[in-house]
């Protein structure tokens, strides 16, 4: 099993509804989880981090969080063609100084 | 302004020839990181460091070697590369360890024949 699991792209979705994404971790003791969105070609840029279970909301983003299912997912509404990227969950493992990134999820935002 | 500076951001090397990428950054960040990016593997962590002469290996270290001699600069060393080396690397820094949302740089894409 990977440490961190994110549900197997691609996503596509019309402009306008909502793209969920799905990340499973193994590290039990995982304190962080943080969504990164990746643009072709570009650097990781951070969407949303999230430390406690329950939902975490910023703008078109919400993020939730499930410990004892070992469960992170990032909510986008009102999708726009320019969300489409790749998303990548990470967790923030027990291991000091650990960081484990899913494989990714290519989203794409069709008008 | 606030940024993680890697360079070269691409390289088109040989088997076998050192090679250094290096990663700076000017927040004062006490955590810097590498990763690897290969196609559907994601970002795979090759070695960290939470402070100056503290580095520990992360999940891919094998043929790979880092120093951290200065809190700002945080250099990848390749001794003898070779080609399933051939990847996209990020150096990344955060204020204080894993836990805390990291800061990328721009990539470095390397190439070994």
């Known amino acids: 099993q990977k440490e961190v699991e994110q549900n197997s792209g691609p996503l596509s979705v019309p402009e306008g509804a909502i793209a969920s994404l799905n990340c499973t971790y193994s590290?039990?003791?995982?304190?962080?989880f943080f969504w990164y969105r990746q643009y072709s070609g570009k650097s990781p840029e951070l969407i949303m981090s999230i430390y406690s279970n329950g939902d975490k909301e910023d703008g078109r983003f919400t993020a939730q969080l499930n410990k004892a299912s070992q469960y992170v997912s990032l909510l986008i509404r009102d999708s726009q063609p320019s969300d489409s990227a790749t998303y990548l969950c990470?967790?923030?493992?027990?291991?000091?100084?650990?960081?484990?990134f899913g494989q990714g999820t290519i989203l794409t935002v069709h008008p | 302004e606030a940024q993680v500076t890697q360079n070269p951001r691409y390289l088109i090397t040989v088997t076998g020839k050192k090679l250094t990428v290096t990663c700076s950054q000017n927040m004062n960040h006490e955590y810097m990181s590498w990763y690897r990016q290969d196609p559907g593997l994601g970002l795979r962590q090759i070695y960290y460091?939470?402070?100056?002469?503290?580095?520990d290996k992360g999940d891919v270290p094998e043929g790979y070697k880092v120093s951290r001699k200065e809190k700002r600069n945080f250099p990848l060393i390749l001794e003898s590369p070779s080609p399933n080396q051939t990847s996209l690397y990020f150096c990344a820094s955060s204020f204080r360890d894993h836990n805390q949302p990291q800061h990328f740089g721009d990539g470095t894409r390397l190439s070994i024949l």
């Open positions: 590290d039990r003791g995982s304190q962080s």
């Open positions: 460091s939470m402070n100056v002469e503290v580095t």
């Open positions: 990470a967790a923030g493992g027990t291991s000091y100084g650990k960081l484990t």
